[in-house]
C-alpha cells in the first residue's frame, strides 16, 4: 500500500524465537517417546525453543542487533521503534514480538528486506494494511489521513461471542467518536 509516496507493509518473521541466542545453560527434561533415556536423563539447550521462558525476549535482542547493524538507530525512548535513513529515503519499524509494521519509501523497505533475509530471517510480507495488531486502519480517500480504530476488535468479539456479550455495559472514552 503506497500513500504520502510512502509504502507499509506488515513483515512476520516465521519462527522468530527460534533466532534467540541462549545466554545461559538450560537443562530440559527429556520429552516423552525418546529412546534410550533414563528418568534422570535431561538435555541441554543449544538453542532458544517455543514456550521457553527466555525466548521473546532472546528474540528481540537478536532483531535488535540486526537492525542496529544494517543502519537502524532508536529503540531508547521508545524501545519498539526504530528508525534508518538513507540515500533510498526514510523508513520505521515498529515492533510487536514477531510483527513488524514497515512505512517508509518503497526503495528503503525493500532493502531493509533484502537485508533482514541476509540474516538469515524468514520473513511472510504482507502489503496490505487494513488490519494491524487487532486495530482496524482506516484511510481517507485521498489517503492523506489515517485513523486506528479497535472498533474492529469489539466487532471481532461480538461477532464470536454472540450472546455472551451481548448486552453488557458500553463505556465511552475521550477517544470515542461524539
Given at each position: 500500500m503506497i500513500y504520502f509516496g510512502l509504502q507499509a507493509k506488515i513483515v512476520d518473521v516465521e519462527t522468530a524465537f527460534l533466532y534467540g541466542e541462549l545466554e545461559e545453560e538450560i537443562y530440559m527434561e527429556c520429552p516423552q517417546g525418546m529412546r534410550d533415556v533414563t528418568k534422570d536423563d535431561v538435555l541441554?539447550?543449544?538453542a532458544c525453543i517455543y514456550g521457553l521462558v527466555q525466548a521473546a525476549r532472546q528474540y528481540y535482542k537478536k532483531v535488535v542487533k540486526i537492525l542496529k547493524e544494517i543502519g537502524f538507530t532508536g529503540g531508547d525512548v521508545d524501545p519498539c521503534l526504530f528508525c534508518k535513513r538513507?540515500?533510498?529515503g526514510i523508513f520505521f519499524i515498529a515492533l510487536y514480538v514477531d510483527d513488524?509494521?514497515?512505512i517508509g519509501h518503497p526503495a528503503?523497505?525493500?532493502d531493509a528486506i533484502r537485508q533482514m533475509k541476509e540474516h538469515d530471517l524468514i520473513l511472510k510480507i504482507e502489503d496490505t494494511l487494513h488490519d494491524y495488531l487487532s486495530c482496524e486502519i482506516k484511510f481517507s480517500n485521498d489517503r492523506s489521513k489515517a485513523?486506528?480504530?479497535?472498533?474492529?476488535?469489539i466487532?471481532?468479539?461480538?461477532?464470536?461471542f454472540g450472546t455472551?456479550?451481548?448486552?453488557?455495559?458500553s463505556y465511552l472514552t475521550p477517544g470515542t467518536p461524539g
Amino acid at each position: 500500500m503506497i500513500y504520502f509516496g510512502l509504502q507499509a507493509k506488515i513483515v512476520d518473521v516465521e519462527t522468530a524465537f527460534l533466532y534467540g541466542e541462549l545466554e545461559e545453560e538450560i537443562y530440559m527434561e527429556c520429552p516423552q517417546g525418546m529412546r534410550d533415556v533414563t528418568k534422570d536423563d535431561v538435555l541441554l539447550l543449544t538453542a532458544c525453543i517455543y514456550g521457553l521462558v527466555q525466548a521473546a525476549r532472546q528474540y528481540y535482542k537478536k532483531v535488535v542487533k540486526i537492525l542496529k547493524e544494517i543502519g537502524f538507530t532508536g529503540g531508547d525512548v521508545d524501545p519498539c521503534l526504530f528508525c534508518k535513513r538513507s540515500d533510498k529515503g526514510i523508513f520505521f519499524i515498529a515492533l510487536y514480538v514477531d510483527d513488524n509494521l514497515r512505512i517508509g519509501h518503497p526503495a528503503a523497505i525493500d532493502d531493509a528486506i533484502r537485508q533482514m533475509k541476509e540474516h538469515d530471517l524468514i520473513l511472510k510480507i504482507e502489503d496490505t494494511l487494513h488490519d494491524y495488531l487487532s486495530c482496524e486502519i482506516k484511510f481517507s480517500n485521498d489517503r492523506s489521513k489515517a485513523w486506528l480504530r479497535q472498533m474492529y476488535l469489539i466487532s471481532n468479539i461480538e461477532n464470536t461471542f454472540g450472546t455472551e456479550v451481548s448486552g453488557l455495559r458500553s463505556y465511552l472514552t475521550p477517544g470515542t467518536p461524539g
